[in-house]
Each structure stands twice: as structure tokens, then as C-alpha cells.
């Protein structure tokens, strides 16, 4: 005797993507909810730079706050759908069609857009960081978050209407530019940071004249910084949404989570003092010579200055601290 519901496989793949899905969102989320945390104690123990470790602070715990209204409407709508409403008429999959616009859901989908909103804006952020506040490089991906961000609002404004979701005409016609346009600015930023960061670790390599950057770190700081997670992640969901594949279902709760898990890695690096910062970056004008010595001529004696430069410190340190660690030693010759 089968216990199994009478429906098709298209419906119970259906069913099962927006189940797993909902487990997998609430598994990243437990990842952000640790890194959160870890990132929180960091910026609350150092004492340098109050000022930007409270601003840090509350970026991060506004993140985590909406990310959390976000799981908790989710759970709050999937109980709703395969609890309270079991017997609805075509199962739990007709359930979240027809009632996808129900006001517990469209909290869940206007926290997405506003956590959409903070981690866009930080990425353009760290691209003017990256780019020495150069003001020309962000004007074509602040168009563009500008306009993602209009989509954004017209989606879940659409998706909350009645008898409306996320598949339904209007709101797909807007859905799918909106995912399109937010994952090309993150695949554009990504490309950006991940360039500017591998064109400055080589030009050191160059002035330095040493291996001293381990493969393993040098990804790992490509990866982070250019939030190329977020990139990957979302790129496997807007193909999925466009082609109306129910691995969509599966995908967007975790990227609800992964957009914030972005951040919140740069924001630790930050609070860690391993953060790509301006002087990373402005320190590559400073060290622009073809050796580490040089001579200059004072009072007729002719003084040899030995540079020394920290490597890490170029690289990761922090805005509030110097990145360059210079000696000088001087011998005179009659």
C-alpha cells in the first residue's frame, strides 16, 4: 500500500525544492548568525578606532537583525504551508503559489530587498575604496545598483499583490531584470576588486622582489574581498529563476543568506586588520622605485637609506596604521 501523494513528479519536485530549500536557508543562515558574532567580538575588544568600529558595528548588526526577520517570516510561512494549511486544494506547492503574496511572506521578501540594498551598497562602496575614492570608477555600477534597487522594490511590490508570486507575469517580467541586473553588478564588482587586487599584489611582487604571498592566502583574499561567493551564488539562481527551473527554490533562500555572509567576511577582515584599505593601495605610489636602497647627498656626505617594508602590513592592515615600516641607516664617506 502506497502512502504517497497522487501527484505528478513535477509537483513533488516542486515540493521538495521549496522544502530543502527552506532547511538550507536556515542552515546559512547559521553561518552568518556565527561569522555575526565572531565579527561583533572582534570589533567590540579593539580599542583602536571607535568611531569606525561602531559604524562597522551597526552595518553588520543591521544586517544580521533583517536577515533574521527574514528566516523568521520564512519559517513562519513554511509552517503555515505544510502545517496549517496541509489540505489546501493541489497540496503545499498550489499553497505557496496562491498565497505567496500573504503579508507573513512579503515581510520576508521586503527584508531580502533591504539586505539586498546593504550589501550592493557596500560593494560600491569598497570599489571606491579599491580605486583610491576615485568618483569616475563608481559612476557606471552606482547606475546600475540604482536601478536594480528600483526593480528590487517593483518585484516585491508586484509579488505582494493578491493571488500574485514571484512566477506570475508582471511580477516575473520585473523579477527577472532585477535578478539580472543585481547579479551582473556583483559579477562586475567582483571582476573590479578581483583585478585591482591580483594588479597590486603583482606590482608589489615586482617592487619587492619576493614570494612571500602564500597561493592559499592570495585566493583566499581574492575570493573574500571581491565577495565572489555572492557572484557565483547568485548567478546559479537568476539562471535558475529565468528559466523557471524549481532549483530556484532551492537557491533563493540561500542567497538570502549568502548576500549577507559577503559583508559580514569583508567587515571581519576589516575588524581583523586584514583588509585591503586606501593605504593598501595609496602605498603603491609610495614604494615606487626600482630597489629598496638609495643614496642622497647631505652636507657633502653621501647617506644610504635602507628601506625596509613590511610585506603583511602593506597589504592588510588597517587604515589607522602605517604600511610601511622604514629604517633608515646612514654612513658617512669623507
Given at each position: 500500500m502506497s502512502y504517497s501523494p497522487q501527484e505528478s513528479s513535477a509537483e513533488l519536485w516542486l515540493e521538495r525544492a521549496n522544502f530543502v530549500g527552506g532547511y538550507l536557508g536556515a542552515m546559512t543562515y547559521a553561518v552568518h548568525a556565527l561569522l555575526f558574532f565572531k565579527c561583533a567580538f572582534i570589533l567590540l575588544d579593539r580599542r583602536s578606532s571607535p568611531k569606525s568600529n561602531l559604524r562597522w558595528l551597526v552595518y553588520v548588526s543591521l544586517l544580521f537583525v533583517v536577515a533574521t526577520v527574514q528566516?523568521?517570516?520564512?519559517?513562519?510561512?513554511?509552517?503555515m504551508t505544510w502545517i496549517d494549511n496541509r489540505n489546501f486544494p493541489g497540496g503545499p506547492a498550489m499553497y505557496i503559489q496562491m498565497v505567496f503574496s500573504a503579508w507573513i511572506n512579503t515581510v520576508s521578501n521586503v527584508a531580502y530587498v533591504i539586505n539586498n540594498f546593504l550589501a550592493d551598497g557596500l560593494l560600491i562602496y569598497r570599489i571606491w575604496?579599491?580605486?583610491?575614492?576615485?568618483?569616475?570608477?563608481?559612476?557606471?555600477?552606482?547606475?546600475?545598483?540604482?536601478?536594480?534597487t528600483a526593480l528590487s522594490i517593483i518585484t516585491a511590490y508586484e509579488a505582494a499583490q493578491p493571488n500574485s508570486n514571484l512566477s506570475t507575469t508582471v511580477a516575473f517580467n520585473f523579477g527577472v531584470p532585477y535578478w539580472s541586473i543585481s547579479i551582473a553588478l556583483n559579477v562586475i564588482i567582483t571582476l573590479m576588486i578581483a583585478g585591482r587586487i591580483i594588479a597590486v599584489r603583482k606590482e608589489l611582487k615586482t617592487v619587492l622582489q619576493n614570494d612571500y604571498t602564500t597561493p592559499y592566502d592570495s585566493v583566499l583574499a581574492t575570493i573574500i574581498e571581491s565577495a565572489a561567493l555572492y557572484s557565483v551564488t547568485g548567478l546559479v539562481y537568476v539562471i535558475s529563476y529565468a528559466r523557471s527551473s524549481s532549483f530556484q527554490y532551492i537557491m533563493l533562500p540561500i542567497l538570502g543568506q549568502v548576500m549577507c555572509i559577503a559583508p559580514v567576511l569583508i567587515i571581519l577582515r576589516v575588524a581583523s586588520g586584514r583588509a585591503f584599505s586606501k593605504s593598501t593601495v595609496a602605498t603603491i605610489s609610495a614604494i615606487h622605485?626600482?630597489?629598496t636602497t638609495g643614496e642622497s647627498s647631505v652636507n657633502g656626505n653621501t647617506t644610504e637609506d635602507a628601506v625596509t617594508v613590511d610585506p603583511e602590513k602593506i597589504l592588510f592592515s588597517p587604515p589607522s596604521q602605517s604600511t610601511l615600516e622604514i629604517s633608515s641607516s646612514s654612513t658617512g664617506k669623507p
Open positions: 528566516v523568521g517570516a520564512s519559517i513562519k510561512f513554511m509552517q575604496i579599491f580605486w583610491s575614492y576615485n568618483y569616475y570608477v563608481v559612476i557606471f555600477p552606482t547606475l546600475v545598483f540604482l536601478a536594480s622605485f626600482g630597489d
